[in-house]
């Protein structure tokens, strides 16, 4: 049972186009959500977080939207930049990060210059 | 900070030999440590939590006697995987929970291990 999708294998943008990234999770109990960026053959690295008493937490060009009754997260890169490319993993937790991350499938996300 | 690093980052071993897996936080004192594992274009899986000083949880699926993991300090977990077998290969991922934000996980740039 796949907890966390993410429904889009792959999104291709244009240069300073707006890129957004959709997940979908199940378990209402998930109160921590996280986006990662990954790079082949690389560890993700952070990107954006939000808790659950939140609908939004922007990071300069990355916002994180959060709809609990809808069990969906998006992420929004603006302006999008073609080191962006990479595959963006949605994550889930409950009780806080140091419990255990739940991750999505992953988008592939391409930025065309 | 937050900066967690793996050694090594390519390793190549024969069937049956055992292959230890370093991941170190650098910058701040983990409380936790996680040990993922990730397929080709696959996401990732965690294997095992563990907390320092204490005995690893296994996720079910894991073989805890084949991946043996060992949190010694609050900025040193191993995994060892032992008789290693070429299904075995894979992207082994570490990460760490405990520093400036102790909510977030951060992770090392992950082991490529292929065993012939």
């Known amino acids: 049972d796949q907890q966390v999708k993410q429904n889009s294998p792959s999104l291709s943008v244009q240069e300073g186009r707006i890129s957004i990234l959709n997940c979908d999770y199940t378990?209402?109990?998930?109160?921590?959500f996280l986006w990662y960026k990954k790079y082949p053959a690389e560890g993700p690295t952070f990107l954006i977080s939000?808790?659950?008493?939140?609908d939004k937490n922007e990071d300069g060009r990355f916002t994180v939207f959060l709809n609990k009754s809808a069990k969906h997260l998006s992420l929004h890169i603006v302006p999008s930049q073609p080191g962006d490319s990479a595959v963006y993993f949605c994550a889930a937790s409950a009780v806080g990060g140091t419990y255990k991350y739940i991750f999505g499938t992953g988008t592939r996300l391409k930025v065309l210059a | 900070g937050a900066v967690v690093s793996q050694h090594p980052s390519r390793v190549i071993c024969k069937s049956g030999t055992s292959v230890k897996i370093e991941c170190r936080s650098l910058?701040?004192?983990?409380?936790?440590m996680f040990w993922y594992r990730q397929f080709p274009k696959q996401s990732l899986m965690l294997m095992a939590t563990?907390?320092?000083?204490?005995?690893?949880?296994?996720e079910q699926g894991v073989e805890k006697d084949k991946f043996l993991i060992n949190h010694a300090s609050l900025t040193l977990s191993t995994l060892t995987v032992t008789s290693a077998h070429p299904e075995d290969s894979s992207f082994y991922i570490c990460s760490a929970a405990g520093g400036v934000n102790t909510d977030t996980q951060y992770f090392g740039p992950g082991t490529r291990l292929t065993v012939l």
């Open positions: 939000i808790s659950s008493i939140k």
């Open positions: 378990n209402s109990m998930f109160d921590y």
């Open positions: 910058d701040f004192q983990a409380t936790t």
């Open positions: 563990s907390n320092e000083g204490s005995k690893a949880t296994y």
